[in-house]
């Protein structure tokens, strides 16, 4: 996958005035503990440099070790969820910014993130995708406990029943960080192996999940359009 262009992806290029575009630097770990920005509307376009999996907040590290001895580097993500295995030809990474006083701003946690669903869903349908936006509550299975995109939340979205793009949100006093990460592809194997899941989760995940094809700068550019 080629390199996202950030002259190219400018705010300036696409004026949008009202969205800050950042697009910083440093590993995974690093990403995750950056402090945001929240005086206005942000969006961090984050770069994925090494194979990383990235543990929800409330998820137990004894499966770190597993991921290493595969050559991955392991963190944890401030937001809540399951785990996400970070591949750049794998997954693109977006967080979005949203100031406490923000009109998209609500304090329903369970509908904050029906509008960016909704982006979502207006950018994969200029790309050919026609997708589905999950308003209800968390949609469980048996392997969403360990895996991301083995579950549903609100805002998250589908194609053709399968997980394509999964929103974790982290609130703080000053704003919303929303991390999106959209499946580029989808090869649920080494998570069934981390997590020690049984040979039958590798063929039941492939049906809940799956990668679109597109590339990353065609994704990045119809979303950026898509933006209130």
């Known amino acids: 996958m080629a390199a996202l262009d950030a002259e190219l992806f400018s705010s300036n290029n696409l004026s949008r005035s009202s969205w800050k575009i950042s697009y910083p630097k440093g590993s995974v ?11 206005q509307r942000g969006l961090l376009v984050c770069p994925i440099e090494k194979p990383t999996l990235v543990l929800g907040s409330g998820q137990d590290q004894a499966v770190a070790w597993r991921a290493e001895q595969r050559g991955r580097e392991v963190t944890k993500r401030r937001s809540g969820g399951a785990a996400v295995l970070l591949r750049a030809e794998d997954v693109f990474w977006v967080d979005v910014l949203l100031p406490q006083k923000d009109e998209l ?4 946690v369970g509908q904050a993130t029906w509008w960016l669903g909704q982006v979502w869903e207006q950018t994969l349908k200029d790309l050919g995708w026609e997708a589905e936006v999950h308003r209800e509550a968390m949609q469980a299975s048996e392997w969403s406990g360990d895996i991301c995109f083995a579950g549903l939340g609100p805002g998250e979205l589908t194609v053709g029943g399968r997980k394509v793009v999964g929103v974790s949100q982290r609130r703080t006093r000053q704003g919303a960080r929303f991390q999106c990460a959209v499946l580029l592809a989808w090869e649920p194997q080494e998570l069934v192996d981390v997590f020690g899941l049984p040979k039958r989760a590798a063929t039941e995940l492939a049906d809940l999940a799956a990668g679109l094809n597109v590339s990353a700068q065609d994704l990045l550019a119809a979303f950026l359009r898509r933006l209130p």
């Not at 701003?105 to 329903?108: E, I, R, V």
């Open 29 to 39: 770990a690093e990403l995750h503990q950056l402090e945001p920005d929240f005086s």
């Open 105 to 108: 701003w609500l304090d329903d």
